[in-house]
């Protein structure tokens, strides 16, 4: 489902992603962890092309397209876009639409659906996130977790191939989110393609199909759940793990 091979970027000639490669298959659950400015969530953003990578190959399903030969057409850069839903870590709501409005923007912009067809499947998706008696409520009017449920109704309106979460619980205070890892969590057992970066180590050790260990630009290690949090081998990814508990 996601290819990725020798992807590099850069920021003002500062190396962040380095000969990253990766692949998810359909249906797997793949967790990004490591410590801050390792480059989880600049990986991210080069999957979904909100960052361009300035060298190699990335592929969703039968979308691919290779970086640093010239400048990429916006028609292939929308083409790969739209195989991806991302949600981010503080929302990014449309604050002056409600619930079901931020379900349909995309679907009546983007996906050229009618009304009438976005609004029901809106609506579908808003009951599955548990906000069905919510749809006409504003975000300032919503919960943090509520607001981030709204978040991934809205990457699942554009039927994606994947779905990316950058931090999807950071924001938020300690008790709203278990509500937002359950929705979660339905999704992966419903198969879908999934990859999260995460500091809730918990959360990553029960989704995860593959956890991944970034450092300095690199996927440092990587393994099954059970690996990397029992005695990792790993002496980077003890430290870190350590660190972690100890914070």
């Known amino acids: ?12 000639g500062v190396p962040v992603l380095r000969g990253i490669d990766l ?3 359909k249906g797997r659950t793949a967790v990004v962890i490591g410590p801050s400015g390792s480059g989880k969530s600049t990986l991210l953003r080069c999957i979904n092309l909100l960052e361009i ?21 916006h028609g292939d850069i929308l083409a790969l876009r739209r195989q991806t839903g991302m949600v981010f870590q503080n929302h990014n ?12 923007e995309g679907q009546l912009i983007v996906l050229k659906r009618s009304r009438e067809e976005a609004r029901r499947n809106g ?11 919510l749809y006409d409520r504003y975000p300032y009017q919503l919960s943090g977790g509520q ?22 619980t950071s924001a938020l205070d300690p008790e709203l ?15 879908m393609t999934m990859v999260i970066v995460t500091h809730e180590m918990g959360f990553a050790k029960e989704v995860a199909d593959e956890i991944l260990f970034m450092d300095e630009g ?30």
Do not use: C, Y
């Open 23 to 25: 692949q998810v298959e």
């Open 1 to 12: 489902m996601i290819t990725i091979e020798q992807l590099n970027k850069n920021f003002n």
């Open 177 to 191: 989110i278990g509500e937002v890892l359950f929705v979660i969590r339905k999704l992966a057992d419903e198969g």
């Open 123 to 133: 609506i579908a998706l808003l009951d599955k996130v548990g906000l069905h008696s």
């Open 218 to 247: 690199i996927i440092a290690h990587r393994g099954m759940p059970e690996e990397i949090f029992g005695d990792s081998a790993h002496e980077r990814t003890r430290k870190f793990l350590i660190k972690f508990h100890e914070r």
């Open 93 to 104: 709501l449309f604050p002056h639409l409600t619930a079901l409005e931020n379900t349909m």
């Open 53 to 73: 990578p300035d060298g190699g190959r990335l592929a969703i399903d039968q979308t691919s397209l290779r970086f640093g030969a010239g400048k990429l057409g």
């Open 147 to 168: 607001q981030q449920r709204v978040g991934i109704a809205r990457a699942m309106a554009m039927n994606p191939k994947v779905i990316l979460f950058d931090e999807p």
